[in-house]
């Protein structure tokens, strides 16, 4: 199996660094990735102590940094150790100053500025922790997304994921025994999104699940038929009310995530065009 030391380099937080990486290495089986990551590189002394654990490690080096001198001095000293050194923003930030005629701004960790889309994020994230799994029902007029769904459907880690994106998401369970409140039948402002999922990939991800909790991996909440009936239970609801549905049965949460923003997004214009 190909061993490989990839080292990222940040002069903030190194967020969008580790997205693109891990984006780029969904590409790649079979191989052992070893990443090393280095975020607030902001010194010169700093880089050099961060340098000595390269040269110990060396392998593929992965930047984003805006000091031109720290810059020049990570590449002198990688080609220096014969390793591979890759900006993997300059080809979108050269097309966009080509596009636009401006030059960039050479500041760390502008991307992450508290403007107003941080302070939206921060109220998304507090809002659909508040929302979790069918809690404060009252409120989910004010929510952006509702996701409905049968239990390990994904909807927690979903309405995560979308909070961090600055959208206010509610979700809640959808149980044969426990129907939901009338109040989700009746929202005007959300979009409500019904989430399935194959029945016996449900049953694998529920028993996994109680393996984790140290349960009996053999109940009732695992059964096939009664998953099965879950499921359509489920479906048969979304369907009546003409709810759209993603099947997330072979989608990672970031693929699910963006499939919800583009419905969202569909919704939104469908409403402003009614107007």
């Not at 349960?215 to 979304?238: G, I, L, S, W």
């Not at 099947?247 to 469908?270: G, H, M, W």
């Amino acid at each position: 199996m190909p061993r490989l030391h990839l080292h990222l380099l940040s002069d903030s937080t190194g967020e969008t660094l580790e997205m693109l990486a891990k984006a780029a290495l969904a590409q790649f089986e079979g191989s052992e990735v070893i990443r090393h990551f280095w975020p607030m590189v902001r010194s010169q002394q700093h880089l050099d102590r961060i340098m000595g654990e390269i040269g110990s490690n060396p392998g593929l080096v992965f930047f984003t940094l805006a000091n031109a001198e720290i810059r020049a001095r990570l590449e002198e000293r990688c080609l220096a150790l014969g390793l591979p050194v890759v900006p993997v923003l300059d080809a979108a930030v050269a097309a966009l100053k080509s596009a636009l005629g401006q030059h960039p701004k050479a500041r760390p960790g502008s991307q992450h500025t508290m403007d107003e889309a941080y302070f939206k994020r921060v109220e998304a994230i507090h809002y659909t922790i508040a929302h979790d799994d069918g809690v404060g029902w009252e409120n989910w007029e004010a929510a952006d997304i509702v996701l409905a769904g049968v239990s390990r459907s994904s909807k927690t880690p979903t309405s995560i994921y979308l909070a961090n994106r600055g959208y206010k998401v509610a979700n809640i369970p959808i149980v044969v025994e426990s129907p939901p409140p009338p109040a989700l039948f009746d929202l005007k402002h959300p979009l409500v999104i019904g989430l399935t999922t194959a029945p016996d990939r449900l049953v694998q991800v529920r028993r996994n699940r109680l393996l984790s909790l140290n349960q009996a991996p053999e109940t009732a909440y695992v059964d096939a038929d009664r998953v099965n009936r879950e499921v359509q239970y489920a479906r048969r609801m979304f369907a009546d009310n003409d709810w759209p549905v993603i099947d997330v049965t072979r989608r990672s949460i970031e693929e699910a995530a963006a499939a919800i923003i583009n419905l969202y997004n569909e919704f939104q214009s469908a409403r402003e065009a009614g107007q």
